[in-house]
């Protein structure tokens, strides 16, 4: 029973390698703290991995959500003040980027929306900017797949990585590659991000829960497109100000305030250094 096990599971693996002709789909669960000063402080999302055979796709399950349920309101004919008012129904608490990478040459394409402009930019990478060590003999597994540890260090974090040398596929959740086998789990030292595997689908065809990519972004820097997120969380209202030329009003003691001073969030970005 046991070999006849190992036989079928050795054929799933083939099937999902051979050429890279069927589409992988992988979910992985996301954790992060957004304050780094309080652990305590934490938010969780679904993550797609999309694995073609010239490409990769990442992007949040929820914000793609939401994403088609704003596309249907545009379609069905609602005002602006009706979709201001859903707006919470369109925007997830994370991770709003779509990250694609051309397997070919390690280009990956980043967009975003912080506001209503969509930017991206592009960046190369290759696995040397992971400074990937590997640790065989120490093992674990995940959805009953065995995989091997590796210790790694990428924008100024390290991180641990669980790959599975039994699905030989160079890819992992964000831009995280460059390892002999699928990444299914992989968190950083201090535990502000986790991810780790929930689905593994070998067969997958796109279906409702496909991203649906923004339209008509504007090409950026990276770090421009960082501080616009930096200043959303920090300085908001000067953030509508440069972003939609929005001015903020409020009545406080019978006076009128305008651009008031907002208690900025804090935040806990995955990259700290570019």
Known sequence: MKIFIIYVFSLLIINICKGQSNTILIRYDFTTITDSTDKSKKLFDNMNLVIWSD???????SRNAGNRIKEKDKADGLTIQQMTARNALYMSLLEGSIIEREKANNIFTVSDRPSSVCYYYNEALSSKDFNWKLIPDTTTEYLGVKCKKAIGFFKGREYTAWYATTIP?????????????????????????????????????????????YKNCVKVEKNELEDKRKMRLTEPAKFLRMEKGVTIKIKKDGQEIINPVVKPRRYNFLELVD
């Open 55 to 61: 490409r990769t796709e990442y992007y949040s399950q």
């Open 169 to 213: 596929i160079d890819a992992g959740p964000y831009k995280f590659f460059g390892l002999p086998g699928l990444i299914l789990a992989i968190n950083d030292k201090d535990n502000f991000f986790t991810f780790i595997v929930t689905e593994i689908n070998k067969d997958w065809s796109p279906d409702e829960n496909y991203f649906i990519p």
